[in-house]
């Protein structure tokens, strides 16, 4: 996956929260190219940011956030708040999908979803990542950091809505066989069995 500022190179990070937030950096960077741009470029700058969302949201539901319901504080109500954002967001992408990337209504709806995306990620960061940090352990943080990365490798190319999980995003795409292999890989670098 390309990212915008260093095309096939991934910063490798120490804990999952450092990871995330790099992923959210580069998020907002597409999110103000695609309306930067027209034509090409802009559909191009658009394709980069579904698939980044995609793999940033897959992994975040497959991991993250299921560690984070058990070990913050609150965490339950948290991660329910994130997955509503989420799921809209997903259907926000796919209304833009069948929309003239050049076109009015794209600019519009667009431009919706571009906030909508700055203010989750504000949310993920304020709430579930502080509460991340001050729960888990430095070893636990790198452990899923390794999840997360292991969750990206196999994830889904577009976001499906309403699926809120790996195993069903990749069950509409890929392969079921591809969605057992992500499972494993992640649970032998959780060290679940």
Do not use: C, W
């Not at 559909?43 to 980044?52: D, I, K, M």
């Not at 729960?135 to 990365?149: F, I, N, T």
């Not at 499906?160 to 995003?169: D, F, M, Y």
């Amino acid at each position: 996956m390309g990212y915008p500022e260093t095309a096939g190179q991934r910063p490798e990070s120490n804990d999952v929260v450092a990871l995330l937030m790099h992923q959210h950096e580069q998020i907002r960077t597409l999110l103000d190219e695609v309306l930067e741009h027209t034509g090409e470029e802009r559909r191009h700058a658009f394709r980069q940011l579904v698939h980044l969302l995609a793999v940033h949201e897959t992994a975040e539901e497959e991991v993250v956030h299921p560690y984070a319901r058990r070990a913050a504080e609150g965490g339950e109500h948290v991660v329910a708040d994130r997955l509503k954002e989420e799921d809209a967001a997903k259907r926000s992408l796919k209304r833009l999908e069948h929309l003239d990337p050049d076109g009015p209504a794209f600019v519009e709806e667009f431009t919706s979803l571009r906030d909508s995306v700055r203010a989750h990620a504000r949310a993920e960061e304020t709430y579930e990542f502080t509460r991340l940090l001050e729960a888990g352990d430095p070893a636990r943080l790198q452990a899923l950091a390794k999840a997360v990365r292991a969750a990206e490798a196999v994830a889904p190319t577009r976001p499906h809505p309403g699926t809120g999980t790996v195993t069903k995003n990749a069950l509409l795409g890929p392969p079921a066989a591809v969605a057992d292999r992500a499972r494993d890989a992640m649970r032998k670098v959780l060290g679940h069995s």
